[in-house]
């Protein structure tokens, strides 16, 4: 603990002379290119922050490096996140980026399940790793029991046929199965968007306690990252270079168009559509919605209860 | 050069042919060489494609051998567990293409204690160590490498990955699952699984050459890039997103015939490399599929070279074609303008014109002796010819002369006799020819006869004319005071029998007027009757005797025939030149338009109506062309002393 202390404090310096230590939630992928452009265009440095991008993987979770004191500031899935603050992590959100739910069910023309209710029975692929509480309120909600194969992340026994169904996101596995010669006219696909599941995904976090001494560098980091991910839709291809770089730097396999189509993807989430919401802001109502579909997912015993206020603290001026 | 001689068209005529002929022949062996390269490569791509494939299962198959191997002595207990590890690195050590090998027990299947359990033996260096897999960072009951063939209860060939505990070599997993006999019964125990290093497999697939830029590469079953020319494709890209990059549809259609396993030969149009032939077949064992790429640009590169290389060869062969044969023609048909020049000098009259040289024996010579035969032959004729016409010209004249004699024969001058008052008269004679056989003559007989005769001998020319004469002579000679119109007639008759080899004979008729007394004595031997002309009366003929001309026979009597003349009678003879006169349709003139013309004109002197007659004659042949002498003769009767003159 004293360790863990030093190094929070360690990390409370740097902050204070502009050193911020962010996280993303997964592997470098177009799905942070904001950031990477709020770096390399120097605007984390405009607001006097030096932003330091340390990766999680696929072994370690973003929210455990903010928990450890690992990151300053994390992106991470909303309802990872609200878990987590219901296990008493006093962790807050700052900003939301995206608004729209990309997480869908797929699966195969050729088995003939083409309605939602023939997804009864069947096996679906789901991460082990999160990701299970939106469609396990939508099988609670439709009354559906599904065989759930927890599966790493490949979406090799989907294509094997290993299983009926798989949970994807749009964003990356819809296309990773496209790009594996499986075309989209074969395939048959269930948005949770539209059943009453549009939950906002990423979000920007911090230790509640941070909020005192890195309030304002964190409102620099929201508007710098906000101000990043403008520049990447403007400038596309750009973005993707540095995507691919940063790709590349953690050898990581990677191609372009697959690249493309999710910075595509992400961008569109994070438009607000038809609901009334600010680019950063959380809603409250998809906050409530989100609680929803965690208890129905989780329950309730043994979690902490929070409401809206305690868990967003927009960090931004006028994003509330 | 003139594009209207001969040599012009001859050349661009042969220039033409050889250009259509060569321009075929190259179609048709260019059509054949491509074909045959297109057939010949295609086959390539095949063989090349399966032999890879052959190749690479020669070291895939043994090393599948492996797992299902070590499931068979897990499955009959044979192996002891406390060996386990030892025998894992064994296997690695004895099995140069194996990388690691592991064996992965289901929950609690090793032992009741032990939730997990999967013995691994790797390479590290030069060792070969080895560690349990399992630890609550590695689930590995949710990697593919077990999770898929777990579920799907048959082997799993993995994705390839680049392995980082292996160097960073690009490695692929063989997982089996092996099952163990509990209770009688056969039980699901956990997976067996070797990696195995392609390295061995991407030098393979690279060291297949396909001409400069064509290549071999292999993708695996989600379509992954395993190798490929572009070293960034390999891991990165599928062929599924190459396509999208390159923005080429028909990749994606292959890479979906690819990864269904099909085997199939493709002719495709790439926007990088043009059109090519693109073979794809799969590895039977791991279900990937490696495609060879032949691109047609250098499939043909070598027909192309080739090409051009006859291309350049037709031209220059076509060049000197056109001067060899330009001066082979020109040198064979020179002598023809000559010729030409030669035949316009001999046309001139220049028969000795020099005649162009030929030396070799060919169609030019024969042209020459041609030349020269007719240059001879002209010659020749021109001076027969010449000869002829002299003579021809020395007979006309001759004729001419004839002409003279035998005009000069009859009387020809008019009015002939200025003191008989009694007598009005007019004669015309119109040969047909140079000298003709018709005649007439009058003369007087003592103070008061008045003798007549006119007279067609037949046949015509000289003959006739001689014929003539004779009988004109003989007339006059026989005529006398004392003879009767029928005696004088039977004289000559009988002397122009004797020796009439010919038989020619002559009509004649001979009347004699007595002047005092208007009474006409005559005798016609065989002539056209003559016609009796008053200008107060129809005109009248004669009648028709029917004796025959003289000539034939000797001893034929004659008789006369008398009449009475008034004065202003007059008598009208005329040759059958006239009845016979005929137009271009061979109608004849005829006694009745004779008969027309003499009504209409009797009451004219003589001359007048001998020209009228004429005239009418004239125009009913209109221009065609006189066949026989024309001869008339017209006496007016004025009676005595000429009392009554018209």
Redesign the interface.
């Known amino acids: 603990m004293g360790m863990m202390l030093l190094l929070l404090g360690w990390n409370n310096s740097l902050a204070q002379n502009g050193k911020l230590i962010f996280t993303p939630h997964w592997i470098p992928q177009a799905q942070f290119a904001g950031y990477y452009v709020a770096v390399d265009q120097g605007f984390y440095k405009d607001n006097g922050l030096d932003v330091d991008i340390v990766h999680s993987t696929a072994?370690i979770a973003s929210l455990d490096l903010l928990k450890n004191g690992d990151a300053d500031i994390v992106s991470s899935f909303m309802l990872d996140a609200i878990e987590q603050r219901a296990n008493g992590v006093p962790l807050v959100n700052i900003g939301q980026l995206s608004q729209h739910s990309s997480l869908m069910i797929v699966t195969k023309r050729k088995s003939g399940i083409d309605t939602y209710q023939k997804l009864h029975t069947k096996k679906l692929g789901i991460w082990?790793n999160g990701f299970e509480d939106v469609p396990l309120a939508f099988m609670q909600e439709h009354g559906i029991k599904m065989d759930l194969?927890?599966?790493?992340q490949?979406v090799?026994?989907f294509?094997?046929?290993?299983?009926d169904a798989l949970l994807v996101m749009y964003y990356n596995e819809y296309d990773q199965i496209?790009?594996?010669?499986i075309?989209e006219d074969e395939l048959n696909t269930f948005f949770f968007s539209d059943f009453n599941l549009d939950i906002p995904e990423d979000g920007i976090y911090c230790m509640e306690e941070s909020l005192k001494s890195k309030g304002s560098a964190y409102a620099g980091f929201l508007k710098a990252t906000l101000k990043g991910w403008e520049y990447a839709s403007e400038h596309r291809e750009y973005a993707l270079d540095l995507v691919i770089g940063e790709m590349n730097k953690a050898?990581l396999?990677?191609?372009?168009?697959?690249q493309r189509w999710m910075l595509e993807k992400v961008l569109a989430m994070m438009e607000p559509g038809k609901k009334k919401v600010m680019k950063g802001q959380l809603l409250k109502l998809d906050f409530e919605r989100a609680m929803e579909v965690f208890k129905m997912a989780k329950g309730t015993q043994g979690y902490q209860t929070f409401g809206y206020e305690q868990f967003y603290h927009p960090s931004a001026k006028g994003l509330k | 050069m003139n594009r209207n001689r001969l040599s012009f068209k001859i050349i661009v005529r042969v220039l033409l042919f050889c250009f259509i002929l060569g321009g075929s022949i190259f179609t048709i062996y260019y059509l054949f060489a491509r074909k045959t390269i297109e057939r010949e490569s295609r086959e390539n791509a095949i063989h090349l494609a399966e032999s890879t494939v052959y190749k690479i299962e020669e070291i895939i198959n043994p090393a599948e051998m492996i797992p299902g191997n070590l499931a068979w002595i897990i499955e009959n207990n044979t192996l002891s567990r406390d060996s386990i590890y030892a025998f894992l690195r064994q296997l690695v050590r004895n099995n140069k293409s194996v990388f690691a090998a592991a064996i992965a027990f289901e929950p609690y299947l090793f032992s009741q204690e032990r939730y997990a359990f999967a013995p691994y033996a790797y390479r590290s260096g030069d060792e070969i160590l080895n560690r349990d897999l399992w630890s609550p960072?590695y689930?590995y009951?949710?990697?593919?490498w077990y999770?898929?063939p777990a579920?799907?209860r048959k082997p799993?060939w993995s994705?390839p990955y680049?392995d980082e505990g292996g160097g960073?070599v690009l490695m692929t997993t063989y997982s089996v699952p092996f099952y163990t006999n509990t209770n009688n019964s056969r039980v699901f125990t956990g997976i067996i699984t070797i990696d195995i290093s392609l390295e061995w497999l991407t030098e393979i697939v690279n060291s297949v050459k396909i001409f400069e830029t064509g290549y071999a590469f292999l993708i695996s079953?989600?379509?992954v890039y395993v190798t490929h020319p572009n070293a960034s494709h390999i891991?990165?890209?599928?062929?599924?997103?190459?396509a999208?990059?390159v923005n080429e549809p028909v990749i994606?259609e292959i890479?979906?015939d690819m990864?269904g396993g099909e085997s199939k030969l493709s002719n495709v149009n790439l926007k990088e490399m043009g059109n090519v032939w693109i073979y794809h077949t799969k590895i039977p064992s791991s279900k990937w599929s490696l495609g060879v790429v032949y691109p047609h640009r250098e499939m043909y590169a070598g027909l192309r070279s080739l090409n051009i290389m006859i291309f350049l060869l037709s031209v220059m062969a076509l060049t000197l074609l056109t001067i060899v044969t330009i001066r082979i023609i020109n040198r064979q048909i020179r002598p023809l303008s000559r010729f030409a020049k030669a035949a316009r000098n001999i046309a001139g009259g220049n028969f000795d014109t020099e005649l162009p040289v030929v030396e070799e024996n060919h169609e030019m010579k024969e042209l020459h002796d041609s030349f020269r035969y007719m240059q001879e032959e002209l010659a020749n004729y021109i001076a027969d010819l010449k000869e002829t016409t002299s003579a021809k010209e020395k007979i006309e004249s001759e004729l001419r002369i004839a002409r003279g004699i035998q005009i000069d024969m009859i009387p020809h001058i008019f009015p002939p006799f200025p003191n008989l008052p009694e007598i009005g008269l007019y004669a015309s004679l119109e040969s047909a020819t140079e000298v003709g056989g018709d005649l007439y003559d009058f003369f007087p007989i003592g103070d008061d006869h008045f003798c007549f005769a006119i007279g067609d001998v037949s046949g015509k020319g000289v003959p006739a004319s001689l014929f003539m004469a004779v009988t004109i002579t003989l007339i006059r000679s026989m005529s006398d005071k004392n003879r009767s119109c029928s005696e004088i007639v039977q004289s000559v008759n009988k002397t122009l029998t004797i020796n009439n080899e010919s038989n020619m004979f002559v009509t004649l008729f001979v009347g004699i007027l007595n002047l005092q007394t208007g009474e006409l004595q005559y005798c016609n031997a065989g002539h056209n009757p003559p016609v009796l002309l008053n200008c107060d009366r129809e005109p009248l003929m004669f009648r028709n005797t029917k004796a025959i001309p003289v000539g034939i026979f000797g001893e034929i009597d004659y008789c006369n025939e008398t009449m009475i003349l008034d004065p202003s009678d007059q008598i009208f003879l005329y040759t059958d030149g006239i009845t016979e006169a005929e137009d271009a349709d061979k109608n004849l003139f005829g006694e009745a338009a004779l008969m027309k013309a003499l009504t209409e004109n009797r009451d004219k002197s003589p001359k007048e109506l001998t020209d009228r007659v004429k005239q009418s004659v004239k125009e009913f042949v209109n221009g065609h062309m006189q066949s026989d002498d024309i001869t008339m003769m017209c006496i007016t009767y004025r009676g005595k002393n000429g009392n009554k003159i018209k």
Do not use: W
Not at chain 1, 253 to 258: E, G, K, T
């Open positions: 072994n082990s194969i927890r599966i790493l490949t090799n026994l294509l094997m046929d290993g299983v496209n790009n594996c010669g075309d050898h396999p990677n191609n372009r168009v697959h | 960072a689930n009951f949710i990697m593919d999770q898929i579920l799907l799993y994705e680049f960073g079953g989600n379509g891991m990165n890209q599928t062929i599924f997103t190459y999208k990059e994606r890479g979906r990864i």
